[in-house]
Nanobody
Framework: QVQLVESGGGLVQAGGSLRLSCAASGIMFSIYGMGWYRQAPGKQRELVAAISSGGTSNYVDTVKGRFTISRDNAKKTVYLQMNALKPEDTGVYYC??????????WGQGTQVTVSS
C-alpha cells in the first residue's frame, strides 16, 4: 500500500519560514520523481517544485530563490524548505510521487497559512 504523509505545515507570518516533509512508503522511492503542489482557495492545484529521481529540481517562477526542494532516498522523504513566505503562498500543499505513465500517488495535504 502506497502512502505519502506530509507534515510541517502551519501558520506563519509573512517573511517567515517553514519546512515541509513528505514521507513515502510502499514505493521504490529512489526511482520516483517527487513534487510539491499547492492549491489556494478557489484556485486550481499548481506545481510548486519538483525533483527528479536523479536530483534535478525545478520551480514555478513565483517561488524561485525562496523555496528549495530536496530528497533523502535513504529516508524515503522529500522536503520543501520555504523561506521569505508571502501571503500568496497560502494553500494546501500536496506531495506527489510519479514514475512513468499512470503511476501517480498523492498525499493528503498539509495546510500552509501565511499571515500579512
Amino acid at each position: 500500500q502506497v502512502q505519502l504523509v506530509e507534515s510541517g505545515g502551519g501558520l506563519v507570518q509573512a517573511g517567515g519560514s517553514l519546512r515541509l516533509s513528505c514521507a513515502a512508503s510502499g514505493i521504490m522511492f529512489s526511482i520516483y520523481g517527487m513534487g510539491w503542489y499547492r492549491q489556494a482557495p478557489g484556485k486550481q492545484r499548481e506545481l510548486v517544485a519538483a525533483i527528479s529521481s536523479g536530483g534535478t529540481s525545478n520551480y514555478v517562477d513565483t517561488v524561485k530563490g525562496r523555496f528549495t526542494i530536496s530528497r533523502d532516498n535513504a529516508k524515503k522523504t522529500v522536503y520543501l524548505q520555504m523561506n521569505a513566505l508571502k501571503p500568496e503562498d497560502t494553500g494546501v500543499y500536496y506531495c506527489n510521487a510519479r514514475v512513468g505513465l499512470g503511476n501517480d500517488h498523492w498525499g493528503q495535504g498539509t495546510q500552509v497559512t501565511v499571515s500579512s
